[in-house]
């Protein structure tokens, strides 16, 4: 009996404090944040604009009693903009990636054989995990003519990340792609809080700016500004190892990696979620709900859309087994 009594008096609390909750005034309050602060929408809308609404307001006919329900119309209502940077979180991912724990046991470094060095990337979350295991790896990697670089399943971070890494396997000068900067007062906070841009001002906003951060109007960027005067000796062949998993930061790391003359890429094409990017990351309810919306995107979309199919790798492999069937390439074609 008591347990049973226990147990009404859990639902009945629960169930008041979701009464608490507005969620149908959540739900409007992400859209609308969404709608102004997303770098896509204008381009995702744009010729749509009638079906949107209708696709709004059919979804916003029913009223929304409780969290499952809320995290179900969200899901519907980002789906629409088939942005794979545009997302539901079900915890605050800002505050999850600021422990560096995530996925640290993944990193690895080791010698396949007397000619193969092997890297484990995990993702590019924190520059210096990556710095440290090139340090490790270093000395072995400029002795042996082949290197894999691995990084399957590796979703993203900086592309600050992979500064040192490039370097190791570029033969020529190595660019990326520029971006432009939706200007509203939430993204410039986002981005200041990160590195500083400056006061926000009333007259930016709404508009589509070259980034503060770079300030630069071309179409692409050289990595780091710098000029490769050196080409190492070793490695002399590189692999780069994708899935349909790597995205964002990973897939700026592909898109430099293939301006090397040194380098293929092997696998199957990437995720697909470098058009728009450098997310922002707002709260609808604490510790229950956030989004991620891309604040940036790429200059002169919607030509050479990369987020429609990925980055094609050089080689398609079969599922099992990858290391070696790049180790056989090795072989074959080098």
């Not at 010729?47 to 969200?74: A, H, M, N, W």
């Not at 500064?163 to 190595?174: E, V, Y």
């Not at 926000?200 to 490769?228: G, H, T």
């Amino acid at each position: 009996m008591k347990h049973t009594t226990l147990t009404l008096l859990i639902l009945f609390l629960f169930q008041a404090l979701s009464a608490q909750v507005d969620y149908h005034s959540k739900y409007r309050e992400a859209i609308a944040s969404i709608e102004k602060n997303y770098a896509g929408f204008k381009d995702k809308t744009e010729g749509k604009e009638r079906f949107y609404q209708i696709f709004k307001t059919e979804l916003e006919k029913d009223s929304i009693g409780d969290l499952s329900t809320l995290k179900k119309r969200l899901k519907t209502y980002i789906s629409f903009f088939d942005d794979n940077h545009l997302k539901l979180n079900e915890f605050d991912a800002e505050k999850y990636v600021a422990k560096k724990q995530y996925r640290i046991k993944e990193f690895n470094f080791k010698n396949l054989n007397d000619s193969t060095c092997y890297l484990k990337i995990p993702h590019f979350m924190y520059k210096s995990r990556v710095d440290s295991l090139l340090y490790q790896a270093i000395n072995s990697i400029s002795k042996r003519k082949n290197l894999i670089i691995d990084i399957r399943g590796n979703t993203g971070g900086g592309d600050d990340a992979f500064s040192k890494l490039l370097p190791i396997i570029a033969t020529n000068d190595m660019y990326y792609r520029n971006v432009e900067f939706l200007a509203t007062k939430a993204n410039w906070e986002f981005v200041d809080s990160l590195v500083n841009i400056g006061e926000w001002k009333e007259e930016y906003d709404d508009q589509v700016i070259p980034a503060p951060w770079l300030n630069s109007k071309k179409p692409f960027l050289r990595m780091n500004d710098q000029r490769v005067n050196i080409v190492y000796d070793f490695p002399k062949h590189v692999a780069v190892l994708v899935d349909r998993k790597v995205g964002s930061a990973a897939e700026s790391f592909v898109f430099c990696a293939k301006q090397s003359f040194k380098v293929k890429v092997f696998g199957e094409n990437t995720a697909g979620t470098l058009d728009y990017s450098n997310c922002r990351h707002f709260k609808v309810i604490k510790d229950e709900v956030y989004i991620q919306a891309p604040t940036t995107k790429i200059y002169g979309l919607p030509v050479n859309q990369i987020d429609k199919h990925g980055i094609a790798p050089d080689f398609y492999l079969t599922k099992e087994n990858q290391i070696e069937q790049v180790l056989r390439y090795f072989e074959i074609w080098w």
